[in-house]
């Protein structure tokens, strides 16, 4: 089998997505997520004019030499750009090698090693109770496992809270809105919330928060031991990870379990958080993180250090990413749980997938390959608009972390 053609999508079901399609001589084809939030046609340009023009003639079926090719050949190595293009180059060659043999993704993974893989989502709220009420929401639709953030008081807009009771969602149509952060403010209020969600809920749910990297280890190690009455499944992203070794300074002080990765596209930015065991979940994806190919030993590599996988899986990940996922998180042994953030009721038909939510957890489906088809007529409907994460400053004016 050969390579013969490749296509670069972009559309926008709701939001952005950039979606890379395999063609071989067989006509079997291959499918690839090469989104990145507020950066896609940074992505499109990388494969459209230096990484597609290298595959025509290649044999799909070579997934790790054609990874290494792009990785190693190229001299420039790792950032999210290259790495979201290659992740969706590996992406649609493991689609395409399970496609011709018949299978699910899974079964050349390694098979099944669980039933189904349970998921967390994310229930939001303006002050402390609407987020309770919004988690009771979440716990009727079979959730056991919930993220939960709310408004902070004096703070106007907090992200991860969605404005005027909607669902929030990861980038906003035109430039980067200005946002005002106050870490003060922010580090008095989460204890207060987590302690009215145990009132409230009891020991039924597992909890969890995202910091979105807005503290420094000694915030977040203070922020750690405030909230383990309340027993935390993880508390993620606690400070921004380019300093690894800022991370045993909050391991010292809390034993409040830590995520990290959903920015990470290497391994070697998180090797010494997984060989020195600073972290609990490791959250790197499949899309920013090169593929299935690098993803597969990031997990093998994170196992002998007790480290556990928490895929990111908001909406800025197209489906295509939450099946591959799915499929890696069914075959390997230190799963831990899965994000799941619903998309938008106009993406599903654009990417119809096998995968599917049941009670809490989700099943790859037994399609073969990733199990996603893109409707690329449906798609041309939805042009792309461009959209971008907010920014964050201080109060005082200085620019903070995202
Ligand atoms: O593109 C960035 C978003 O996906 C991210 O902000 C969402 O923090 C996030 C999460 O944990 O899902
Ligand atoms: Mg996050």
Redesign the pocket.
């Known amino acids: 089998m050969k390579i013969t053609d490749a296509k670069v999508f972009v559309s926008s079901p709701s939001r952005n997505f950039v979606t890379l399609k395999l063609i071989t001589d067989e006509g079997i084809h291959g499918l690839g997520d090469a989104t990145l ?2 950066r896609e046609k940074a992505v499109v340009a990388y494969l459209q004019d230096h990484l597609v023009p290298c595959l025509i003639d290649r044999d799909p079926f070579q997934s790790e030499d054609i990874w290494q090719y792009f990785y190693r050949g190229s001299y420039w190595r790792r950032g999210p750009v290259t790495m979201t293009a290659i992740a969706a180059i590996d992406m649609a060659l493991w689609d395409l090698k399970a496609k011709s043999l018949n299978v699910p993704l899974y079964q050349l993974l390694g098979g099944k090693s669980r039933a189904s893989v349970q998921v967390y989502c ?1 229930a939001t709220g303006a002050d402390i109770e609407a987020a309770v009420d919004d988690v009771g929401r979440h716990i009727e639709q079979g959730y056991r496992a919930i ?1 939960v953030q709310s408004g902070v008081p004096g703070i106007a807009a907090t ?2 809270v969605g404005k005027q009771g909607r669902k929030y969602e ?2 906003q149509e035109g430039m980067p809105e200005e946002c005002v952060w106050s870490t003060s403010k922010y580090l008095a209020h989460v204890p207060q919330l987590f302690r009215r969600l145990r009132d409230v809920y009891g020991d039924r749910i597992e909890l969890l928060h ?1 910091a ?1 990297h807005r503290l420094t280890p000694i915030e977040a190690a203070r922020l750690g031991k405030d909230l383990e009455p309340f027993r935390l499944l993880w508390l ?2 606690p400070v921004s990870a380019e300093l690894q070794e800022g991370f045993r300074l909050i391991r010292r002080h809390t034993v409040t379990p830590l995520a990290v990765g ?1 920015v990470f596209n290497s391994v070697h930015d998180c090797l010494t958080l997984i060989t020195e065991q600073l972290v609990d979940y490791i ?1 790197m994806t499949v899309v920013h993180g090169g593929g299935i190919t690098p993803i597969m030993k990031l997990a093998h590599l994170a196992e002998p250090y007790h480290v556990r996988t928490g895929f ?6 197209s489906p295509i990413t939450m099946a591959a996922a799915l499929h890696v998180n069914t075959a390997i042994n230190n799963f831990g749980i899965q ?1 799941h ?1 619903p998309h938008d009721p106009l993406v599903d038909p654009v990417f119809r997938h096998g995968y599917t939510y049941e009670a809490g957890s989700m099943l790859p489906g037994e399609e073969p390959g990733l199990g996603v088809e893109y409707d690329e007529a449906l798609a041309a409907q939805y042009p792309y608009r461009p959209a971008y ?1 907010p920014v964050n400053r201080r109060e005082d004016g200085t620019l903070w972390n995202w």
């Not at 990111?312 to 990940?317: E, V």
């Open positions: 939030n507020g994310h993220r992200y991860g990861p980038a995202d979105h993620e992203d959903e959250r990111h899986g908001a909406t800025d990940l994000e953030m994460l």
